[in-house]
């Protein structure tokens, strides 16, 4: 079983900027595509940012495209999300999430998927106050 635990939620203020961190336990993380989603009170949960196993490539949802930074650090099975000029609207629980290697390549863009990743953190409270 993989572990994927986040941190570094908090309040903040709207323009402000706040940095998220997930831990994954997995043997493979090096190998696992990582990604972060959220869910706003009443919405359906959605896709934030992913990156892959070896961190060439990433990908971002419209809404935080130019705001937001995935990175991931394979030495220490992390996976990093900075978020800068942050609005009211990004106030959601985000997830990461991780996704058991398949031995197959997909495109970057398929890892906006929810249905792409085996392993879910509890997720942590981002409130953006106006």
């Known amino acids: 079983q993989v572990h994927v635990v986040e941190s570094g939620g908090g309040l903040v203020q709207a323009g402000g900027s706040l940095r998220l961190s997930c831990a994954a336990s997995a043997r493979t993380f090096s190998a696992s595509a990582m990604g972060w989603f959220r869910q706003a009170p009443g919405k359906e949960r959605e896709f934030v940012a992913a990156?892959?196993?070896?961190?060439?490539?990433?990908y971002y949802a419209d809404s935080v495209k130019g705001r937001f930074s995935i990175s991931r650090d394979n030495a220490r099975n992390t996976v990093d999300l900075q978020m800068n000029s942050l609005k009211f609207e990004d106030t959601a629980v985000y997830y990461c999430?991780?996704?058991?290697?398949?031995?197959?390549?997909?495109?970057?863009?398929?890892?906006?998927?929810?249905?792409?990743?085996?392993?879910w953190g509890q997720g942590i409270q981002v409130t953006v106050s106006s």
């Open positions: 999430a991780a996704r058991r290697p398949r031995g197959i390549v997909v495109p970057t863009s398929s890892l906006s998927r929810l249905d792409e990743y085996d392993y």
């Open positions: 990156i892959k196993a070896r961190g060439d490539s990433t």
